[in-house]
Every structure is written in structure tokens, then in C-alpha cells.
T-cell receptor, first 116, second 115 residues
Framework: AQKVTQAQTEISVVEKEDVTLDCVYE???????LFWYKQPPSGELVFLIR??????QNEISGRYSWNFQKSTSSFNFTITASQVVDSAVYFC?????????????FGTGTRLTVIP | KAGVTQTPRYLIKTRGQQVTLSCSPI?????VSWYQQTPGQGLQFLFE???????NKGNFPGRFSGRQFSNSRSEMNVSTLELGDSALYLC??????????????FGAGSRLTVL
């Protein structure tokens, strides 16, 4: 069965520190997609990144970077030089070709608090 | 470009009543998906509509239903409300359905409280 685990429930860091949010997934599909979404207090889920199972290249976008490792079924997210505006709940999610591209299985989220 | 619009944003109902939530997708997006978010169960997929047809359904009882109109707007309905239906209901739209990764764009949600 498919599953996404975000073991870190809450993380607090001081502004300008780096922080890594962990995500471990389970799937039997060979074709699947991994996502990160950010949920600020307003409630709207904001898309951050999508990766497919055939692309293990790491990605960097500004202060954000993602490390995808199929060998350990992990898709970790690092924020460099954190800022107060990064405070939010971050969700890792998985979709499979078999169960539908728009049927996302979400982890339980990691609440990040950046202290000024 | 307008985002995904959900109405109402907040509502309070009592047990046994029914509720209808509305979602207007991004212009040009033909797929609408619905998710329920609760503190206990997290984010769970309810169903997806594409071209007025339900394409996929999550593991929810038949009290949860939806539909999509020809202009891609979607509604979801919950009948015979229970206390456990209190949740944030999120709608997401995307260009397409089916195989291949789609980027879901979410609305701000409708927060339902059942008393």
C-alpha cells in the first residue's frame, strides 16, 4: 500500500539557520510522483515541487533544495537561511499512476516555526 | 489569472443537516479534486471530476457526493452531517486528469463546523 511518512511533527529554528524536512514514502508502483506543498495559516496549499520516479536529479530553487533518493525511498526538503516567512506546515505527498495522478497521498505534515 | 475559488469559506451546521460546497477552478482547468483535512486523519482524497464525470473516488461513505458542471465548476455535498465531518474541505484544479503528473492548484478551503 502507498504511504508517506513525515516523522518530524514540529521543528523550530532560529532565523538564518538551515533546516531539513524529512519525507519517506512507500509504493509498489514503478511510476509515481512526489510533491511538496506548503500550507500557511491562511489554509491554502501552495505547490513547491513535483518529481517523477524516473528523475532522481536533485533540484535547487533559490533557498529551497530537494534531495530525492530512490534507494532509501526518501524525498527530503532543505531550506537554507530560513526566514520568518517560511513558517508554515509543509506536506510531502505521493501520487501513483495506478491510483490516479490527482489522488495525492499526503504525509501528516511538519510544522516549521522560524523564530526571529 | 484568478486562482481556485471556494465558497463559502466558513459555515456552521448541525448534525443531520446537509451542506453544499462550491469550487470554481482556474480558467481552462478541467479537472477538479476534493480533499478533506482534519487534525486526526490529515489530508484525504475525496473524489475527482473531469469533464462532468467522476474519475476517481477515495474511501468515504456515500453521504459524500459531488458533481461537475459543463463550465468545470464543481460542488460537493455532504448529507446527514455528523460531528466527524467537521473539517477543512479543499478543492484543487488541474489542467488534466489521468496518467502523468498534474500540478494541483488548491483553493483556500471551506471550513465546516458541525455542532
Amino acid at each position: 500500500a502507498q504511504k508517506v511518512t513525515q516523522a518530524q511533527t514540529e521543528i523550530s529554528v532560529v532565523e538564518k539557520e538551515d533546516v531539513t524536512l524529512d519525507c519517506v514514502y512507500e509504493t509498489r508502483d514503478t511510476t509515481y510522483y512526489l510533491f511538496w506543498y506548503k500550507q500557511p495559516p491562511s489554509g491554502e496549499l501552495v505547490f513547491l515541487i513535483r518529481r517523477n520516479s524516473f528523475d532522481e536529479q536533485n533540484e535547487i530553487s533559490g533557498r529551497y533544495s530537494w534531495n530525492f533518493q530512490k534507494s532509501t525511498s526518501s524525498f527530503n526538503f532543505t531550506i537554507t537561511a530560513s526566514q520568518v516567512v517560511d513558517s508554515a506546515v509543509y506536506f510531502c505527498a505521493l501520487s501513483e499512476e495506478r491510483t490516479g495522478a490527482n489522488n495525492l497521498f499526503f504525509g501528516t505534515g511538519t510544522r516549521l516555526t522560524v523564530i526571529p | 489569472k484568478a486562482g481556485v475559488t471556494q465558497t463559502p469559506r466558513y459555515l456552521i451546521k448541525t448534525r443531520g443537516q446537509q451542506v453544499t460546497l462550491s469550487c470554481s477552478p482556474i480558467s481552462g482547468h478541467r479537472s477538479v479534486s476534493w480533499y478533506q483535512q482534519t487534525p486526526g486523519q490529515g489530508l484525504q482524497f475525496l473524489f475527482e471530476y473531469f469533464s462532468e464525470t467522476q474519475r476517481n473516488k477515495g474511501n468515504f461513505p456515500g453521504r459524500f457526493s459531488g458533481r461537475q458542471f459543463s463550465n468545470s465548476r464543481s460542488e460537493m455535498n455532504v448529507s446527514t452531517l455528523e460531528l466527524g465531518d467537521s473539517a477543512l474541505y479543499l478543492c484543487a484544479s488541474s489542467l488534466a486528469s489521468g496518467a502523468g503528473a498534474n500540478v494541483l492548484t488548491f483553493g483556500a478551503g471551506s471550513r465546516l463546523t458541525v455542532l
